[in-house]
């Protein structure tokens, strides 16, 4: 990873306000070295720059795993003045972190034998490493029933059918 020094016009990647994602923004607005205003190049909007949420819940995890304190509650004291609104709404988004964590966790570095070709035929059991030919390599999150399983793909989890003999 190389770290380019942020300048007035050029690219960083940014938390949008507005469609709630890490995105490319442009920079629009520097203070010294700290990146001030950005404009997301997906919708157009100018808004603060936000550090990218990955970013973000690295450190946080990272924090959480060397002082090994659950994250729920935070000091204040450090952060920006500006930052209040931040923590709002962002449940859904950590969900979709987990699971996007949790699906990389479960695939990284599986030889590609270790996945079966996604068929509904199969029967399928937590943990096992499939792969779809739309969806991509995915990972069984759990049995709903015996003919549905929910199944982690880099897009999200699915609702796949299982088990269907015909
Ligand atoms: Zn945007």
Redesign the pocket.
């Known amino acids: 990873m190389t770290t380019k020094k942020p300048k007035t016009g050029g690219e960083i990647d940014s938390y949008?306000t507005?469609?709630k994602l890490d995105?490319t923004h442009r920079i629009i607005a520097m203070v010294g070295d700290d990146v001030k205003k950005v404009e997301?190049k997906?919708?157009g909007?100018h808004h603060l720059y936000r550090r990218p949420k990955s970013e973000v819940l690295a450190a946080a995890a990272l924090k959480a795993k060397t002082t090994g304190s659950a994250s729920t509650k935070r000091e204040g004291g450090s952060d920006e003045k500006r930052s209040s609104g931040a923590r709002a709404g962002s449940a859904a988004a950590k969900r979709e972190m987990d699971q996007t964590a949790q699906w990389e966790h479960a695939i990284a570095g599986q030889p590609s034998t270790a996945f079966k070709p996604y068929r509904i035929s199969l029967t399928l059991n937590p943990g096992e490493l499939v792969r779809h030919p739309k969806f991509g390599d995915g990972v069984v999150a759990r049995v709903i029933d015996r003919g549905k399983v929910e199944i982690l793909f880099k897009d999200g989890a699915k609702t796949m059918a299982h088990g269907q003999t015909s």
């Open positions: 949008c507005k469609c995105l997301c997906t919708c909007s």
